[in-house]
């Protein structure tokens, strides 16, 4: 599956925006997606993910700004981020695995990942 990640931009501290995966062609209901990013010179990170039946997982640090959801019908995938500070600046990616799994788990792994977006530039600054 082709993903395209948008939504991206130059926000100021506080602000917030959604970002939007695309899954070209295809309902993402049989597919788990995750939301990566990575700022300069860190490793790419987990931010939240969503499996293919509907749980969703965030670590700690994203809980209370970040939340991930799904609409079947337009093949997205949704990241809503609020209260943007500047460490959050990063190009934010997402991530597919085609799966029939119905089990609670949410990949949080990049290598649990085998299709990925190219990224979208979330800049936060005054």
């Known amino acids: 599956v082709q993903l395209q990640a948008s939504g991206g931009g130059l926000v100021r501290p506080g602000d917030s925006l959604r970002l939007s995966c695309v899954a070209s062609?295809?309902?993402?209901?049989?597919?788990?997606v995750g939301w990566f990013r990575q700022a300069p010179g860190k490793e790419r990170e987990f931010v939240a993910g969503?499996?293919?039946?509907?749980?969703?997982y965030r670590p700690n640090p994203m809980k209370g700004r970040f939340t991930i959801s799904r609409d079947n019908a337009k093949t997205t995938v949704y990241l809503q981020m609020n209260n943007l500070q500047p460490e959050d600046t990063a190009v934010y990616y997402c991530?597919?695995?085609?799966?029939?799994?119905?089990?609670?788990?949410?990949?949080?792994?990049?290598?649990?990942?085998?299709?990925w977006g190219q990224g979208t530039l979330v800049t936060v600054s005054s």
């Open positions: 991530a597919a695995e085609q799966t029939t799994d119905s089990e609670p788990y949410v990949p949080r792994r990049r290598n649990e990942y085998t299709e």
């Open positions: 969503i499996n293919r039946v509907g749980n969703t």
């Open positions: 062609g295809r309902t993402v209901a049989n597919y788990h």
